[in-house]
């Protein structure tokens, strides 16, 4: 069977679907894996790489594409891409579902079997197949560097002849992946950190880490798989009252709160941002939906009333090496479980990829939320 991964053609993605070593770990279970010439330039893994892994270069898309049974990509597939896919051809990429509701539509016209990274079901079975933890975790690390370089002070205590410089505070919101990296990489650094989670449950995890865990007397709801559930407004009213003290008191927010195929909620206003020492920084993971932050860019870093708010998307792509790398294996576990001797068989009793599959046979199975 022939897997075929292409150049990724989203602006801003550097990540590629295969590394040499994923390569050559497909070709030992019998599959024919070809790769588009330059696919994985911006991650640093050279078409000779590729080659001496067992991979086959395709000079473009036509030649890739054709007889391929099996794609693997890792942003959403655009039109262009997929009027090139071939017919009754398997996908697996991210799909981002809460912004592209028409993708599966399209998926199906082309009789594709959709898998969706994001859809991945939060059982002991699947982590080493969950892309979205591996790349949160690399954001998650990202984001506090970016903070700690556009911050107007160092992180950690410092003991000089010029007198003592105090740790910079910094504050988590949201102890999912990336808010726990980004816990562990501040303490790494020197600042004193706190972190609020709506899930008392991860209380034990903030601690463990070395951060103080602020809590709101007041129940929240938890979602399926251990992921937040969006809130009441009384709840989130009665969130942002508390936080505002932890705020106007840090030196740099970090935002993590997604809330999985929906709009992120707004845990900072404009105010609590106002509240907030020039020279402070917000660093908003949640930036590609919507934004945790009511003066988030997508895309973007501003200055407003003297506080930096980076509201950078795909940050796991700055780093594009070691985010193929990890995105790579959770690839190749997830159509290690679909392929026997060299073939694709797709056993829709599993629960895996039952949960991940968006379109077959020309229907799509997913429904976006009402």
């Not at 019998?30 to 330039?41: F, S």
């Not at 709101?216 to 508390?242: C, I, N, P, S």
Request: charge should be negative.
């Amino acid at each position: 069977m022939k897997v075929a991964i292409p150049r990724e053609r989203q602006e801003g993605e550097a990540r590629v679907a295969a590394t040499p070593d994923s390569v050559a770990k497909m070709v030992a279970k019998g599959l024919d894996v070809w790769i588009e010439a330059g696919a994985g330039d911006s991650a640093y893994f050279g078409d000779a790489a590729y080659r001496e892994a067992g991979a086959k270069v395709a000079a473009d898309e036509s030649e890739l594409y054709q007889g391929a049974g099996v794609v693997l990509k890792v942003s959403p597939p655009g039109d262009d891409e997929i009027a090139k896919l071939p017919e009754g051809v398997t996908l697996l990429s991210f799909m981002q579902l809460g912004r592209n509701p028409q993708l599966p539509e399209k998926l199906a016209a082309k009789r594709a079997v959709g898998i969706a990274l994001e859809l991945l079901p939060r059982i002991s079975r699947a982590q080493s197949m969950d892309a979205l933890s591996s790349q949160a975790s690399l954001a998650g690390y990202k984001a506090v560097l970016l903070g700690a370089d556009l911050l107007a002070r160092v992180m950690p205590m410092q003991m000089t002849a010029a007198g003592t410089l105090v740790p910079a505070k910094v504050f988590v919101l949201g102890a999912g992946v990336a808010g726990l990296q980004s816990i562990a990489t501040a303490k790494r650094l020197g600042a004193v950190v706190e972190a609020f989670d709506v899930r008392p449950a991860v209380k034990d995890e903030i601690e463990s880490l070395g951060a103080k865990f602020v809590q709101l007397e007041l129940e929240a709801a938890e979602g399926q798989g251990g992921y937040a559930a969006a809130q009441t407004e009384e709840y989130l009213a009665r969130q942002r009252e508390m936080l505002t003290t932890h705020i106007a008191a840090s030196d740099m927010v970090i935002t993590t709160a997604s809330i999985p195929l929906g709009r992120a909620p707004t845990l900072i206003t404009t105010a609590m941002a106002e509240s907030m020492k020039p020279g402070s920084v917000i660093v908003d993971l949640a930036a590609e939906t919507g934004g945790n932050c009511e003066l988030t860019k997508p895309g973007e870093e501003i200055v407003h009333n003297g506080v930096t708010i980076v509201g950078f998307t795909n940050l796991a792509a700055r780093m594009a090496t070691h985010a193929s790398q990890t995105y790579a294996r959770n690839l190749f576990n997830l159509l290690e479980l679909m392929v026997s001797e060299g073939e694709l068989k797709l056993d829709f009793e599993d629960e895996i990829i039952r949960a991940t599959c968006v379109t077959k046979d020309g229907e799509v199975l997913w429904k976006p939320r009402s």
